[in-house]
């Protein structure tokens, strides 16, 4: 189930939203599971919240266990792909021989297989997407009778609310892509990006045990929602994050706490 890499003896046909197939999962198939092993999984960070609050545990604990850190290539930009057991298949580690241990809360790619995602980009989607077939040897399922359109599949397997959620980080991505590879980030603006991203617990101390909301004029309304609500922090984190690579975006910094914070510390990390 490698969306990074399809089978290169199959010629990828491009599908969008309104492309029918035919294909069912299920245990009565022989390949059952078989798709969970020896593969590669990049992980949103929405994927990240939904798994470390299945396995109730931080978010810090989630990635140290549960992932491989890795740099995305044209980006420069840190990512992490779920880390596969070291036995000799290399199994995911929540694949059992009845199914998915973490059905319900499954990463992107597992709920997208078989499809694969042709572009990150979030208006591209709107305009009707770009998918393909993933379509492994082993996979059995396009055999069965079952037919969807690509917008029915993504519906049925939830993918849409997982798309709709990092929309903004992925547009992000696809933005960074467009500029040149010799313009580097700074260590310190990717830990950022690694932390608003993936570590939803470290980023919610930056935000409320740090300075950040002195030097930001960030209304109360929106303090008191991400201070309750986890998909508002992680969505705020993808706003502060556009501002923070593109300068873009509705972040004010209060100049008076600025200067205050200067003439005790020295400059702003972000500056
Ligand atoms: S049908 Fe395909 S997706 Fe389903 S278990 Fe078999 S290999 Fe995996
Ligand atoms: S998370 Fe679940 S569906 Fe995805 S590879 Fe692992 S066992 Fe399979």
Redesign the pocket.
Known sequence: ?DVLNDNANIPPVQLTEKSQFKFACHPGLSCF?R??RG?N?TLTPYDIIRLKNRMQIPSDEFLAVYTVPHLLEKTDLPVVT?RMLDDEQKS?P??RDDG????SD??TT?RYYPLGVGTLSNKEQQAGGFYFFVQEPHCLGFEEDREWTVAEWRKDQGVDVYDAVNAEWTDLIVRKRSIPSNIRLTEKTKNMFFTASYDIDRFRRFVFESSFLDLYNIDKQTVEKIREDEIALLQFGFRWLKWLLFKEGDFQMDEAAVKARQEKMGPHPSA
């Open positions: 189930m599971t798709c969970c593969i999984i779920l995911c929540f694949v998915c241990l973490v059905y499954r990463p597992c």
